[in-house]
């Protein structure tokens, strides 16, 4: 049907010129409409039943397509005479869904739909009076017009199910008018909010349209338990049938049946890294999703390594991703390998040849690249002669590269017949050499999710082009199908996060290793001293949508300075040290002070520091020719010292006759009550213990290193020359019992972790990173 004749057909259920022209570019809106229009016949679509129509055209799922015409006799019939009771009938037919042909008991759906029930004017009337005398009326004497009267039309539709919105909104005006009055001056003023204060501001962080949707389905969610159990809404386990795009076949509902016998109805879910490389911040997402959703639903989570290309794969990955689960707070439900599943998935593999699904084909890896390969002249291959083919694969008498085997499906993308299985003459960690051909990810996937009875595959958005031949494998199989569910992978700007240029960075003696702080993975971050607590949170603000998210480190930082700000005890260190000699120094010998770990609240504990006639300051608190409105000592201006109880006063300043430089200030001390107030209070330490403090910064000049547009000769011509620099700092000796990964908050400087590499003889720390006034001024 022409573009014109159908705008005019959609017209006719009640839309505007412009909704059919937009209805028109959505193809399977148009396409259940016009079969709608079809099944009505030359029925009236007046009094608002096309728009009922068109309201279940949108709502339709593949599953319940074949009961359209169904719905449609509903609706031109007035059975079905409001959206209530149309997306009742939808969701009774999902539910029946699960059996194909299933046949419809009419009466029950009648019943579930409403059809038939009438409710009164009175009914609703009375209703109304009741919830407001029992539950609203001092909220709406206190509030009056400002009272959000939404809440009474919800709770009234809990006991009136089918009575019309519009009628029981009409009714609560009513009494609503009938308690307060009209309304006054005061009712038409907009409510007084109870904390006017005007929210921080956050991070400033360059994100893209995509994290903007994002952000706002988080919806306010802080925490991965919130954002799961709030925020986020899959499908129940055993109801897969309900999601979209999932294929229904005639052995569904005996294997959802079994599905849940085996599973009692639990979420499970998995994180199945492949163990070739250290996690990222991306995959910090994945884990929070997979196991955080688990969790909120009482569920299970295991941690699978996908284990099917031993060429790239070591051992010290396996221990690391562990780890790096381990340490985001969570705890496996069990630990499994792909390689468990190589004898059935050979198994299943056979079956796939004898049901002619799946072909041995000789065509070379560079011919299957792209989009738009040339077709396997092998497709029509004979089955037994895939079979023998398929044997001598396994058997090692085919080369490497001579042959794959190949799953007769086209993928979303339009690329045909995946490769199922290749032949790499190369031991495996787990099996040895019992193997000389190793399944592909898009055939082991889903059958390993199959065979752990996950309930929730999810996975990144890339994978989206990959849901049809996951459930066509199953399905051809005869075999528990999950169902997938993809999200926005997380990218980070200044950062790079592929395995194999992080490893080109190594080699090249950029970076050191995995975990050198300056990088993304999740070694280097826990290095670098961002909590794990502080990354979950991040993940959450993240929220869960099919938008690919970009944000600068900022906004990671932003979390990982909330978390420290409250957990990580407060120390005097000075980073680039001037030595100043009090010479009326108050005290006989060197005076011990408690100092509290958290100043804002010292009920949190204290430690000691030793107050001496010889302290260290920073170089930049002091200023021979301060500026105006420097704050610091100078000259002819005091400072106050923190937690010491003095004031102090330039006498002398000693210069290094060679250079110049200023190496010592004489100062003389008064007590902070006798002295006039100081404009500032400065850091100080005496009898100091050395750390070595290394600073990061972004190891990136530019945003997207790896882009040829923005950085044309390559990431590795990108590297900041200024992204580490090394001091030898003057610490408080409290820190001499500080521990590795031990976190603190150097007193006006920022958050620093201590590194691995310290030893009883040497702390080493990293800055983890700055105050949040800092953050300000970048």
């Not at 759906?109 to 004017?121: A, F, S």
């Not at 949170?537 to 409250?566: H, K, S």
């Amino acid at each position: 049907m022409a573009g014109d004749d159908l705008i005019a057909k959609f017209q006719v259920l009640g839309m505007s010129e412009q909704k059919a022209k937009e209805t028109l570019k959505n193809a399977n809106v148009t396409k259940n409409l016009q079969l709608a229009l079809a099944a009505a016949g030359g029925a009236t679509l007046s009094d608002g039943t096309g728009m009922l129509i068109y309201h279940m055209a949108t709502k339709l799922k593949p599953q319940t397509a074949d009961h359209l015409p169904l719905l449609v006799r509903y609706i031109v019939e007035h059975k079905l005479d409001n959206t209530q009771r149309v997306d009742a009938a939808l969701e009774y037919l999902l539910k029946c869904g699960q059996s194909l042909n299933a046949n419809i008991d009419v009466q029950a759906l009648e019943k579930e739909c409403g059809v038939g029930v009438v409710v009164t004017p009175e009914q609703i009337e009375r209703t109304v009076q009741a919830k407001i005398k029992a539950s609203y009326k001092e909220a709406l004497l206190e509030q009056r017009y400002h009272f959000n009267s939404f809440k009474i039309l919800q709770d009234v539709r809990g006991d009136l199910k089918w009575a019309d919105a519009k009628s029981v909104k009409a009714a609560i005006d009513v009494e609503i008018f009938d308690l307060l009055g009209p309304k006054t001056e005061a009712d038409l003023k907009p409510p007084t909010k109870a904390n006017d204060k005007p929210k921080a501001a956050k991070p400033k962080a360059e994100v893209t349209p995509a994290a903007q949707t994002a952000e706002a389905a988080s919806d306010g969610a802080t925490t991965i338990s919130e954002l799961m159990k709030t925020k986020v809404h899959f499908h129940a386990p055993g109801e897969n049938f309900k999601a979209d795009g999932y294929v229904v076949t005639e052995h569904t509902e005996r294997l959802l049946k079994e599905h849940l016998a085996r599973t009692g109805g639990k979420v499970h879910t998995r994180f199945p890294p492949e163990p070739n490389g250290i996690l990222h911040i991306g995959h910090a997402k994945a884990i929070n999703i997979n196991f955080g959703y688990a969790a909120a639903h009482d569920g299970v989570c295991y941690l699978r390594y996908d284990d099917t290309n031993p060429e790239k794969e070591e051992e010290k990955f396996f221990l690391a991703i562990k780890e790096m689960v381990e340490w985001l707070g969570y705890k496996p439900f069990k630990i499994t390998y792909s390689s468990d599943n190589f004898q059935q998935l050979y198994e299943w593999a056979v079956v796939l040849i004898n049901k002619g699904l799946a072909y041995v084909c000789h065509q070379k890896a560079e011919e299957l690249k792209g989009f738009n390969p040339k077709p396997s002249p092998w497709r029509e291959r004979p089955i037994e002669e895939s079979l023998r083919l398929f044997e001598d694969m396994k058997r090692g008498k085919i080369d490497e590269g001579a042959a794959t085997l190949r799953m007769k499906v086209t993928l979303e993308e339009g690329k045909m017949d995946p490769v199922a299985y290749r032949i790499k003459f190369i031991s495996h960690h787990r099996t040895g050499s019992d193997w000389c051909i190793y399944p592909t990810y898009d055939y082991t996937h889903c059958l390993c999710d199959s065979l752990e009875d996950i309930t929730h595959s999810l996975c990144t958005k890339e994978f989206q082009s990959r849901r049809s031949s996951y459930y066509w494998l199953c399905n051809a199989l005869g075999i528990y199908c999950p169902v997938q569910w993809e999200y926005g992978r997380l990218n980070m700007n200044y950062a790079l996060v592929s395995k194999r240029k992080i490893a080109k960075l190594i080699t090249e003696q950029i970076v050191h290793d995995w975990d050198d702080p300056r990088l993304f993975t999740l070694t280097a971050l826990r290095r670098r001293g961002f909590p794990a607590e502080a990354i979950n949170n991040f993940c959450a603000q993240m929220g869960v949508t099919g938008a690919q998210i970009a944000v600068d480190p900022a906004m990671l930082e932003a979390a990982v300075r909330d978390v420290l700000n409250v957990t990580a005890p407060r120390r005097l260190v000075v980073l680039e040290p001037l030595k100043v000699t009090i010479k009326n120094f108050p005290h006989d010998a060197p005076v011990q002070l408690e100092v509290p770990d958290f100043p804002q609240n010292p009920q949190q504990g204290t430690h000691k520091i030793t107050l001496d006639k010889v302290i260290y300051i920073e170089q930049g608190d002091f200023k021979l020719e301060p500026e105006k409105g420097y704050r610091r000592l100078a000259p002819k201006q005091s400072v106050g010292l923190r937690h010491a109880g003095l004031v102090i006063s330039v006498d002398e300043i000693v210069k290094d006759p060679a250079t110049g430089q200023v190496v010592e200030l004489i100062c003389t001390s008064q007590p902070a009550e006798q002295a006039e107030k100081p404009k500032a209070f400065v850091q100080w330490v005496s009898q100091p213990i050395q750390l070595e403090v290394r600073l990061y910064e972004q190891l990136f000049k530019h945003k997207n290193p790896e882009d040829p547009n923005e950085v044309p000769g390559g990431f590795l011509s990108d590297i900041s020359e200024q992204s580490i620099s090394v001091v030898v700092a003057f610490a408080d000796r409290a820190l001499n019992q500080a521990k590795v990964y031990d976190k603190f908050q150097f007193e006006r400087i920022g958050f620093f972790s201590v590194d691995p590499d310290t030893s009883a003889n040497h702390l080493v720390f990293n800055r983890t990173v700055g105050l949040k006034e800092d953050a300000g001024k970048k």
